[in-house]
């Protein structure tokens, strides 16, 4: 009776979840829309002036209009492209994010998690540590943030987690450096190292338990509205005694498009080797939709799909930003 009580309450959730994730994306859609109509702006030129950044527009009647912005972050806040900010920033981001999938194996593993992050940039350098609140509902061989993870040993022989867990997971700390500024007249390049600190052991079956090393590097150029950009890392996992695991490199190739001030949308495509040895390399496909409401807060609103055994099948979430 417990156990039905508990698949009940799960999938009233996973309802839930998708038709907060459908209002939303009909709520940013519509606002899209709206925003376009009242600007109807094409950006078609980038000059610097001091420490701001003209763009020239085009209003209704074809006449070119100067925007000031004091902060090239006003256009440039979206959460795969980190922009070099003119002046020190302090930043807290929360969210929620919902993934099910199979794996690989005869039943679905839900996973719930609720990240929170602090970040601060000056000039050329961006702080982040991270964690968060999950919940894996499934197998006991999908770890968040691994996936599908060949177990070495019997589950019953030994303290590892039996799949339904809960509880903190795991800290990123990580340090992002800009080799220069994103302008239209270069291209942009950053560096990141990220350190991964277990909060528990492979007895809560939400971490391996063991320290993970990345390194990752960027690339983007402003071309009009339009933000292309690609990441390529390389990661080495912590290696333990339950799980067969190795290092992997990761990429991601992805599009950004500006509607306008306020409103960004993009598409990008994530490509990772499979931490576990003898298995599918994951790929994702994910959309999204950012949108400033206020010089303070921001939101963000993406959805993804699977294209691999070691991806989840399908997932969304959001995160709110807001700038101290």
Not at 36 to 61: C, H, K, P, R
Not at 171 to 187: G, K, M, P, Q
Request: hydrophobic share 40%; proline share 2%; glycine share 10%.
């Amino acid at each position: 009776m417990a156990f039905q009580e508990i698949i009940k309450v799960t999938d009233d959730m996973q309802n839930f979840t998708a038709i907060t994730i459908l209002t939303g994306s009909v709520f940013l859609s519509t606002l899209c829309m709206t925003k376009a109509q009242e600007m109807d702006l094409m950006l078609n030129d980038v000059a610097q002036d001091g420490d701001n950044y003209i763009y020239v527009a085009q209003d209704d009647d074809g006449d070119d209009t100067d925007m000031i912005l004091d902060d090239i972050d006003m256009i440039l806040r979206d959460y795969h492209v980190i922009s070099l900010e003119k002046q020190s920033e302090v930043s807290l981001h929360v969210g929620f994010d919902y993934t099910q999938g199979d794996y690989g194996n005869l039943t679905k593993t839900r996973m719930f998690y609720m990240p929170v992050s602090l970040n601060y940039t000056v000039e050329a350098w961006r702080f982040r540590v991270s964690s968060g609140y999950v919940s894996v509902i499934g197998e006991e061989n999908i770890i968040p943030g691994i996936g599908f993870a060949t177990l070495l040993t019997d589950p019953s022989e030994g303290d590892i987690g039996q799949g339904n867990d809960n509880g903190i997971g795991d800290i990123f700390l990580s340090t992002t450096y800009a080799f220069n500024e994103l302008r239209a007249d270069n291209l942009y390049f950053d560096i990141t190292a990220q350190i991964k600190i277990p909060t528990t052991g492979v007895g809560k079956g939400l971490s391996t338990g063991k320290t993970d090393f990345s390194l990752q590097f960027g690339m983007t150029k402003i071309i009009g509205n339009f933000l292309p950009f690609a990441t390529f890392g390389y990661r080495y996992v912590g290696k333990t005694e339950y799980y067969d695991l190795q290092n992997i490199w990761f990429a991601s190739l992805g599009m950004a498009y500006y509607l306008n001030r306020d409103i960004t949308l993009g598409l990008s495509y994530d490509l990772r080797k499979s931490v576990n040895v003898n298995t599918a390399n994951l790929q994702e496909l994910q959309v999204y939709t950012d949108y400033i409401f206020s010089e303070n807060w921001g939101a963000y609103f993406y959805g993804i799909a699977g294209l691999s055994d070691s991806s989840p099948n399908i997932g969304g979430g959001f995160q709110l930003k807001y700038n101290f």
